[in-house]
């Protein structure tokens, strides 16, 4: 089990390094957005990255998630090749018409959408970066797949570093605002799809299995449908917000959430998507429900670590990004609440994998719907009032509603052995360390950063009271570090 671990970590790291890159980008292009752009500017681009989420999920229709179920239980090459042609090219039909959908509407109602004037150029550069996004989305979950993690992340920095170039040129060289943002974006996307077409042609099996498929989508449909009405509902308080408030109200959230985030792409996604392959590859195995167990534990620990560290140092974090604005230091009061929504959006994540195990999508389904309602509702009756802190907690409420009824079902199937207490008495200790945290804003910097390195050693202590961190894990680490050394 220790190799086990050793494994998913090691592989957890290499995408880390991606992910990392990916957040670092958008460090450096903030900067450029908001010297370029306006404040109103910047929430028009928050709101397309929510149209562009929606997007993501529509294409597919749920085979690629049923692509990810599959892939493990062909044996030969030949029936995966397969099978990733047919994912493949449905895919690329699908997010065609979903394309041609989205941004015929987006032509018609763009005015009604945004609050603002936007030209055909900007419409149009979206709607084709979007779709060579989308076109390499199934090679780098194939790459994915055979756990070719380096490999995955190489071509993935190579996309990351191609739109960040292009951004940048096109912005700072060509003065072409919003047009030059997605302009750059779709340049970079274009040309990280060229080299991977050899991989995409090389993996194409030359038969598509239309019965496959037929399963694939009862399979995924019902995860499709959830997610897209979930994105509908959940990416909707960027939309609330502009309705019932501004567009600078709206770029405040964004920059809270984008410092949130960081959560989400380091360790969230890094994780996720180390284990979940690895957890398709072993889930009938006679170890794989301890292993889980010891899985969940660890990834409790990575995330209110690491979410505490994104608290401590939020208000820095957003001062160098936003190059000492004033107007986004009141992005910090909500880092806290999202980032708590974040962590339990992670936890939820990682309970669906039981549940996709025995093949329960439908039911995955109605508890994300649920829970998107429960969003909703809460964005509608408390944006009018508290604007974006008001969005920050209705997130809260529905992630905590999804993970504890998530956390119920896994446990009639696959009951998880994990000590409520130890994990109520975390939870509440991180609250309390954040709010003390929010107490450190006006004191002076140095002053600042001792007393947010004591309260990150005082939560480490924490982590052994509440069990979620033993001292034999500890021991194993040290000797690990003396293997290191010693070579």
């Known amino acids: 089990m220790k190799t086990q671990t050793r494994f998913v970590l090691r592989q957890s790291v290499i995408y880390s390094i991606g992910n990392i890159l990916s957040k670092l980008s958008g460090v450096l292009l903030l900067p450029l957005y908001l010297h370029y752009i306006s404040e109103e500017e910047f929430g028009v681009v928050t709101l397309f990255e929510t149209i562009f989420q929606f997007i993501l999920i529509l294409s597919g229709l749920g085979v690629k998630s049923a692509f990810?179920?599959?892939?493990?239980?062909?044996?030969?090459?030949?029936e995966r090749k397969r099978l990733f042609y047919?994912?493949?090219?449905?895919?690329?039909?699908?997010?065609?018409?979903?394309?041609?959908?989205?941004?015929?509407?987006?032509?018609?109602?763009?005015?009604?959408?945004?609050?603002?004037?936007?030209?055909?150029?900007?419409?149009?550069?979206?709607?084709?970066?979007?779709?060579?996004?989308?076109?390499?989305?199934?090679?780098?979950?194939?790459?994915?797949?055979?756990q070719k993690a380096a490999l995955q992340t190489k071509w993935f920095s190579l996309n990351i570093l191609l739109v960040l170039a292009f951004s940048y040129y096109f912005l700072k060289f060509k003065g072409m605002g919003l047009e030059g943002i997605y302009l750059g974006q779709m340049m970079g996307h274009f040309?990280?799809?060229?080299?991977?077409?050899?991989?995409?042609?090389?993996?194409?099996?030359?038969?598509?299995?239309?019965?496959?498929?037929?399963?694939?989508?009862?399979?995924?449909?019902?995860?499709?449908?959830?997610?897209?009405?979930?994105?509908?509902?959940?990416?909707?308080?960027?939309?609330?917000?502009?309705?019932?408030?501004?567009?600078?109200?709206?770029?405040?959230?964004?920059?809270?959430y984008k410092v949130s985030n960081?959560?989400?792409?380091?360790?969230?996604?890094?994780?996720?998507?180390s284990y979940s392959n690895y957890y398709y590859k072993t889930m009938f195995t006679?170890?794989?429900?301890?292993?889980?167990?010891?899985?969940?534990?660890?990834?409790?620990?990575?995330?209110?670590?690491?979410?505490?560290?994104?608290?401590?140092?939020?208000?820095?974090?957003?001062?160098?990004?936003?190059m000492?604005?004033?107007f986004f230091q009141e992005s910090v009061p909500i880092v806290p609440v999202l980032i708590l929504g974040l962590a339990f959006s992670g936890l939820r994540q990682l309970l669906t994998l039981p549940l996709n195990k025995h093949k329960k999508t439908r039911l995955i389904s109605v508890i994300m719907v649920a829970s998107a309602v429960i969003n909703i509702t809460g964005n509608l009756l408390l944006v009018p009032h508290i604007g974006k802190m008001g969005a920050a907690l209705s997130t809260v409420?529905?992630?905590?509603?999804?993970?504890?009824?998530?956390?119920?079902?896994?446990?009639?199937?696959?009951p998880i052995h994990?000590?409520?207490?130890?994990?109520?008495?975390?939870?509440i200790s991180w609250g309390a360390l954040c709010l003390i945290a929010m107490q450190f804003l006006t004191l002076p910097l140095l002053s600042a950063w001792l007393l947010k390195i004591l309260l990150m050693v005082v939560f480490v202590i924490i982590l052994f009271f509440t069990g979620h961190i033993k001292r034999d894990e500890l021991r194993e680490v040290r000797s690990i570090y003396r293997k290191i050394r010693g070579r």
């Not at 699908?94 to 005015?111: A, D, E, H, P, Q």
Request: glycine share 6%; hydrophobic share 50%; charged share 10%.
């Open 68 to 78: 990810s179920r599959w892939y493990y239980d062909l044996k030969t090459q030949d």
């Open 86 to 146: 047919t994912t493949y090219t449905f895919n690329l039909a699908t997010s065609l018409l979903s394309i041609v959908l989205v941004g015929t509407l987006l032509f018609l109602f763009s005015r009604s959408i945004f609050h603002y004037v936007l030209s055909a150029r900007v419409l149009i550069y979206f709607c084709l970066a979007t779709l060579f996004r989308l076109m390499f989305d199934v090679p780098f979950n194939l790459l994915r797949l055979e």
């Open 191 to 256: 040309f990280t799809l060229l080299p991977l077409l050899p991989l995409i042609w090389q993996n194409m099996g030359r038969t598509f299995e239309k019965h496959l498929l037929r399963k694939m989508i009862h399979y995924g449909l019902p995860l499709a449908v959830s997610s897209i009405l979930t994105t509908i509902l959940t990416l909707s308080d960027r939309h609330i917000i502009n309705q019932y408030q501004n567009l600078s109200e709206v770029a405040g959230y964004s920059m809270g």
């Open 262 to 273: 960081l959560i989400q792409m380091v360790i969230v996604a890094s994780f996720m998507t």
């Open 286 to 322: 006679s170890e794989s429900n301890a292993f889980f167990e010891r899985i969940l534990r660890y990834f409790i620990v990575l995330l209110s670590a690491g979410g505490l560290a994104i608290v401590l140092f939020a208000p820095e974090i957003i001062y160098l990004v936003s």
């Open 324 to 326: 000492g604005s004033a």
């Open 397 to 414: 409420g529905a992630q905590l509603f999804a993970l504890l009824w998530f956390f119920y079902e896994v446990n009639k199937t696959d």
């Open 418 to 427: 994990s000590s409520l207490p130890g994990n109520g008495l975390l939870l």
